[in-house]
Each structure stands twice: as C-alpha cells, then as structure tokens.
C-alpha cells in the first residue's frame, strides 16, 4: 500500500476512483483523512486512479492550515460548536414541531408587519418555547389578483434554499 502523504485532491474534472469504487468525482475532494494527525504514518491498502481527462488540484497540509489559520483538526474541533451546526439542531427540532402544530393552538402576540400580499404575525404555540412568524394571506385577495403562481413560487424558493422556518 501507500503511506499517507499529507494531501488533499478536488477533482476539477473526471473522477478519482479505486477500482469499480468513485471515490470523488467533478467538484468533489478525496484524502481529507490523511491530514488528521491520528492517521499519521498510516499505509493504505490500494492506490487510486484519475480516470480519462482528470484535472485535480493537490493541496499540502501545510498550505491548507495556513489558508484556514489552524489544524484540520483544530478546524473541525471549533465547528462542532459552531452557531450553524447549533442552528441546524434547532431547525430540525423546529421542523419536528411545526409538523404537529395546528393554526387554532396558535396565540398571537403581535403584528409584525404587512406587505402587498398579506401580514406577518408573531405567534407561540402554548406547549413549545419556540415563536414562529406567520404569514396571513386572504384566500380572496389571492384568487382575485391571480396570486396562486406567486405565492407557490415563494414557498417553493424557500424549499430549495432549504430555508430553515418554512413549514
């Protein structure tokens, strides 16, 4: 087998593979394990090919820790406390809860604001610790201004964004 080198490879074009197995391919990396210091003088058990035109880029260990000013390690370390992962934690968790709530347990504290197509509320459901916005739009304002199209294209921006307080 190879010793680890230390490196990291991003396939700028084709595909990285071992034998029948893609390990990465066009816009993908390979070998970030092999910059963790526990892997450190580890040998592995195949060499791995660039198939066709395969352009990659190599970067060295040491040039990526200057580029994110640490360890791989130390990087990794800090995003396990990171807001974003926090955030996600809460928005699948808000997910979970928007699934079992219902428009009749809702109280409304305040208007938060209005626009052309409706009001924003802030509301609670009673049972959870969590304020939602919600969106208040007339059934008849929508059919009357043909706002149908509009609005499934809003929410529809908001699913492929994977915005986190859609329901």
Request: with cysteine; hydrophobic share 40%.
């Amino acid at each position: 087998g190879s010793k680890c080198n230390k490196q990291i490879f991003i396939v700028v074009e084709g595909a990285i593979r071992k034998g029948s197995q893609t390990l990465a391919k066009k816009g993908e990396m390979y070998g970030s394990d092999f910059l963790l210091e526990s892997n450190a003088g580890k040998t592995y058990d195949a060499d791995v090919v660039a198939e066709g035109n395969c352009v990659i880029t190599v970067f060295d260990q040491g040039i990526l820790n200057k580029i994110i000013g640490q360890s791989l390690e130390a990087a990794l370390k800090k995003a396990e406390n990171s807001h974003e992962k926090k955030m996600m934690n809460i928005t699948s968790e808000m997910k979970e809860i928007s699934s079992k709530l219902e428009l009749k347990d809702l109280i409304n504290y305040k208007k938060l604001g209005f626009g052309q197509f409706g009001s924003v509320y802030l509301v609670k459901h009673p049972q959870y610790q969590y304020f939602f916005a919600l969106k208040c739009v007339s059934k008849q304002q929508v059919v009357e201004q043909s706002l149908e199209k509009h609005l499934q294209q809003e929410k529809g921006v908001l699913e492929v964004v994977n915005f986190p307080f859609i329901m």
